[in-house]
């Protein structure tokens, strides 16, 4: 019994290589010249065929120092650098060797924009490292929890006891003392989602409207409150007492990052995040939320402080001014509604904190 020999396919090289979403670039390891560009390469930097790779896409006289292109002919193997840019980008370049018809070794060097998967690896490490914290804060607070209630317990009887003795005063200190104690661990119990909700159908709108005395009043005479609320927007089931917590948490942080004075935007409206929005933001889902953005004209935030600003304790402000734990609650009380909350700030340029919750089932 035969078989029939597969058919041969052949390619065209170029085009192949046109193909291709990412930069390629044939390079001439002895001068650094460029030889060959695909057509993505050239619609990110023009022709420069002749020119030394290093002078036309780098701007540098000599070779880039993250250049492993010597590296490559030695060995014959493949090598790649990650390459963090000025603008922010980040690209990863592999170099591979070959030999041409003529024998001539040449470096095939391929540069992909890596910027939008590292953005992704970021967000899922901090998530990850958040769940965690999360996991050691509720036990912590659970343990810490039962020492109070027999320090406090006792405290209130020792009171009761010796409501005339002229010790009373400390007693009531440690009471004080106890009572404080309690209502952090409450806060970490809020941040590890532990706390029991009281579920209610509510509109945001009016829940912002009915706070409006108050962020007024917290707010002072020296910044600008600005509210926009959609009318249209749709309803979500909420513990109403911990999402007023959460909006005038948030309220505090902005005027605390607004000492001369400036700016607090309230803003509302339906939002749906589709499977793309959850590919670029771990720890999202897909589905109808109700997007409240809460927004500042502050000094804002590097992306270290960033990173860090939902760890409880952590704090930007000076010794004795505050727990670390506002931003803390804000985080627990958002994720034990299934919802999600994404934060955006650059340095001179405020912040904005939107918070996503899922949109009740009408």
């Not at 040449?106 to 690896?121: C, L, P, R, S, Y």
């Not at 209610?200 to 009043?217: P, R």
């Not at 997007?291 to 930007?316: A, E, L, Q, V």
């Amino acid at each position: 019994m035969s078989s029939k020999p597969a058919t041969q396919c052949h390619y065209d090289p170029q085009s192949l290589l046109n193909s291709q979403p990412v930069i390629v670039t044939v390079i001439n390891p002895s001068s650094y010249q460029v030889e060959f560009q695909n057509q993505t390469g050239l619609g990110k930097f023009g022709d420069i065929g002749g020119q030394s790779c290093h002078a036309a896409i780098g701007g540098s006289a000599a070779p880039c120092q993250f250049c492993r292109m010597g590296e490559t002919v030695r060995t014959g193997e493949l090598t790649s650098n990650e390459v963090p840019l000025p603008n922010g980008q980040t690209i990863l370049v592999h170099w591979a060797k070959t030999i041409t018809e003529t024998g001539e070794t040449h470096v095939i060097e391929t540069i992909t924009d890596i910027t939008g998967q590292k953005k992704v690896e970021e967000q899922l490490r901090q998530a990850q490292k958040m769940e965690a914290v999360g996991r050691m804060a509720s036990g912590i607070a659970h343990d810490f929890n039962n020492l109070l209630m027999v320090i406090n317990g006792f405290t209130a009887r020792l009171i009761a006891k010796h409501g005339s003795d002229p010790s009373l005063s400390h007693l009531q200190v440690i009471g004080d003392a106890g009572a404080r104690a309690a209502a952090l661990t409450k806060k970490l119990l809020l941040f590890s989602r532990q706390q029991p909700l009281q579920l209610a159908v509510v509109d945001v709108n009016q829940i912002i409207e009915g706070l409006h005395t108050l962020i007024t009043k917290s707010l002072g005479e020296h910044i600008r409150l600005t509210q926009t609320l959609d009318p249209q927007l749709g309803k979500m089931s909420i513990d109403p007492v911990q999402l007023e917590q959460v909006i005038l948490n948030l309220v505090i942080n902005a005027r605390d990052a607004m000492p001369q004075g400036g700016e607090l935007s309230i803003q509302t409206s339906n939002a749906e995040m589709d499977k793309d929005f959850v590919a670029q933001h771990p720890g999202s889902r897909a589905g109808r939320y109700v997007r409240c953005s809460i927004t500042d004209t502050g000094g804002g935030m590097d992306d270290d402080t960033k990173s860090h600003i939902f760890d409880p304790f952590f704090t930007t402000k000076g010794l004795g001014d505050g727990t670390g734990l506002g931003l803390t609650t804000v985080y627990g009380i958002v994720k034990q509604h299934q919802g999600y909350i994404m934060v955006s700030s650059a340095i001179g340029k405020g912040a904005q904190f939107h918070l996503y919750f899922p949109r009740a089932t009408e």
